[in-house]
């Protein structure tokens, strides 16, 4: 099971987090952790995922 | 424009004489006393009490506001007031967003106070004329003039016919007859409403400033709660003031270098990093059109879907190639490195009174891009701007205008009006020409366009009344709480955000709480707890700006590197830090975070208690229509079937299978309104009020809002609820 803010999310498996944040996070104030580490946007092609991670993708949208 | 006619036809009612004195520490230590009624002006002074447990803005506003009132008090009884008060940090020039005023008076819409923050150059520069409010009482018989020369020390009320009153004509006029110079227009600010003011409760008031690029009068708005509708109630044409000297020390704060290098470490940041982020700069709050849409957050039909295929057409950057002038420094107050106040220039208007004029329209803001746009299905980027014009030189809120335009498209969808009831006028989602005559009728003060000027709250009444329409229907699809529209963002889906919207004082504005993403797609705020504490700190903070004369947009809309890593992110600690260096740098009261909330908490349980008085500050009055909620009907439940479906199983537990679409919207319904009441229930004891909503003693106590009339009113609800 792959969780991301904590709520699972099916058909991420062998995904990279930079595919993950193209399909589903289009906005561009985010940051995001990888098993509770800080990870810095060269490394989201890398980082693939696997059963068991939990991804965050904190958004810091402001509102009017 | 015949400057001199006007003047000549300028009958003195009564004039003032007064002495400059120095700015101390963000205070001119006095406020300005007008009635409009009687002609009488006077001084009142700043009392330590004021400072203390009011601060300035809107904490003034409302002091005032409570004294001049009582709980029989109408918007248009001559005892409201309009108060209008920038706070001690108002008008420094050294950190962005310094120059708003506050702006609280009776809302017509509402019954109970409202609150407007407006950017502009009024309210700094009627502190440097030297005082720290200006309160307006009473109803003169003809249109006045009020005008404030803060270098010459005089105040003088003038009845004044010859004037226009729309906002962008008025606002050239006076301008263009106070200052001595086109360098002097800078010096010289005015305050209008406009025409459709006069004939409906959610009219608004234009703050301007002169943009020397451009060399034009550029308008900001007090837009929330029909604070134009009172002014022109009282024959308030427009109110100016002319200060000659600004500069960056005229606080005189206690110690400018912590101001100074706070403002300098915040403008090499937006430098840096705006482009990345929300490009504030190049298109302002319109930004997150299209990322409102991507998250199926952008209110779309009357609120009922987040998103639409046409968005397209009306994203950020259509705005940014086609309409939006890039380059210009557009602050709204000096020293504004975020400088997000847009404007489209030489734009040709194609309807209306000014039809053919090449105009300059301020925005699109957001709220206007999906008020005046997607909630009325208008996906034309030419006609948003248009409504948008007219919105503003009308003095139109366009938040009110947009949604209650959203409701009446909504209702005529559903045959409960139709173009008998409307006099014609085919109001179908996406019928922009049709909006657009509605807003023309609000000016001329005619047809369905007077029925709509009485907002939401006021049609439904109407609509049952005359119409024979379903009351429960209405309550359910009909976007206003306390009387006030809501504003432009879909709640449906983040329990955080509909407490933000319900649990304010003055109706359904996000001023006090935006969580949408922090709940519903960040989901950090996943308990009642959470969502509590959320809903208690973020009110307070924000209140705060409100209280000091400051724009909130530079607290979150950049984001410093660095904050990932801080402990509560979304709190943007160091822009925090900066704005407790700031308040110290001009107060000198040595404040820090915890009493930077104290602060809030104070002026917060005040104005609920102000709503008590007035009768509408318990826990009934802050229910809300279902469609802030969940979805009303089978359409809306279908068109995010697989996201309910989902949440019925793993949150209510209840399986989807074999049941209609209807059986569906039930079950969703009766969890949804359960999980509100939980809410508040969350919130009030977070916030130290009881069950029904009412601040305990203890509480006020604690936070020291603890003054014999307030206690009084708390008492009473108490035994009440007893």
Sequence with gaps: MITVNGRTMAGLEQKSIEEVILLHYPYAKIYVKYNGRHVEPEEYPQLILAQGDQLQVIHLMAGG | MDIQKMRDSRVLINEMNYSIEPIERGYANRTLYINIGDGSIQEKPVTPLMKEKF??????????LWDAVTPETKWDSPENEIIIAGGPICGITQYPGAGKALVCTISPLTGIPIDSNVGGYFGPLLKFSGWDALELQGKADKDVIVFIDGNKGIVRIEEAPAEAVDGHVLGEQLTEMYADSEEDKRNVAVVTAGTAAEHTHVGLLNFTFYDMRRQAVRLKQA??????????NKRIKALVVKYQGVKGDLNHPADLKPIAATGIKYHKNMCKLDSKQNNMRKIGTANIIEVMDRYDLLPTHNFKFGG??????????VFIEKYVTQGLPDGCWYGCSMACAKAADNFELLTGPYKGDKVVVDGPEYENAAGLGSNCGIFDPQAILELNFYCDTYAIDAISFGTLTAFIMDCYTRGIINAEITGGLELTFGNSLAALELLHQMSRGEGFGLIAGQGVSGMKRIFVKEYGADPS???????EQKGLEYSQYMPKESLAQQGGYGLTNKGPQHDEAWLIFMDMVNNQIPTFEDKAEALHYFPMFRTWFGLYGLCKLPWNDMTPEGNKFTDEPAKIPEHVDNYVAICNGVTG???DKKELIRESERVYNFQRLFNIRMGKGLRANDA???????PVTPEEYLSRQERYDQQMIEIIGISPEGKTVEEKVAITRKHREAQYEKLIDAVYARRGWTPGGV????????????????LEVAQKALNTAE
């Design chain 2, 55 to 64: 601060v300035g803005g809107k904490g003034f506003g409302l002091y005032y």
């Design chain 2, 589 to 591: 009261k040595g404040l």
């Design chain 2, 308 to 317: 639409h295929p046409d968005v397209y057409k009306i994203e950020s950057k």
């Design chain 2, 223 to 232: 837009g929330r709660g029909g604070i134009g509708s009172v002014f022109r």
């Design chain 2, 695 to 710: 601040p305990t003693i203890e509480h006020l106590k604690e936070i020291g809002m603890d003054l014999p009339y307030v």
């Design chain 2, 473 to 479: 229907v209405l309550q359910d699809i009909g976007m």
């Design chain 2, 624 to 630: 809300v229509p279902y469609r802030s909620l969940g």
